[in-house]
């Protein structure tokens, strides 16, 4: 039995944003360098509609549209100094930490022996900022990344890349996430499928697929 484990983004992989990421939505931190930048800051729901659910944002996930060009777009969109954009998505990297509960299970299967691999919606240059800034990532047997291949959840053709890339049956692999239409997606490919909430629940779920 494998084990797809996506995405590690904004809600981990993205067991993502599941073995995932927290990504704040909050326009920029409440401290440091940034206060003074939130007090005079667009509202929060203003940032999600303009900048994390904006469709450019699918767009830097899916490598077709640069970071620059992204941040220059955004500033444009919402009125605001492209300086005040590139603090922004400086703020979103640096608020992408590891959850502990989820690590202990990526943790837990590996020793194991479980085969672990990765989907994750997100641009090569933020994965390749995770890979130096985390060691986690040799517990996964391969990992798809959707700005390397062109391709983003919920998709069908990025999960029809995974499985063909490592050769993985979906009937016998357990897609864990927690953006449902990705589950939804999974689900009609054949993938079993775990909706994660927490690690607490995804383990008592795991065990009904795994080996006793």
Known sequence: MEYALGPLDERIPHPQRRFRFRRCARPLAARGRHRGLLRR???RALVRDAVIRHPDWIDLDRGTL???VAIERFA???GRPAAEMRALMQ???DSLTPLPDSIALLNELAQRGVPLYGLSNMSAPMFALLKSRHDHWDRFRGIVV???VGLVKPDPEIFHHLAQRYDLIPAETVFIDDHLP???SAGRLGFRTIHFANAAQCRRELDTHLPS
Do not use: D, L, V
């Open 41 to 43: 800051h667009p509202s």
């Open 66 to 68: 640069s970071e620059s």
């Open 76 to 78: 444009a969109r919402m």
């Open 91 to 93: 703020h979103i990297k």
């Open 146 to 148: 959707s700005g390397e």
């Open 182 to 184: 990705n589950i939804e």
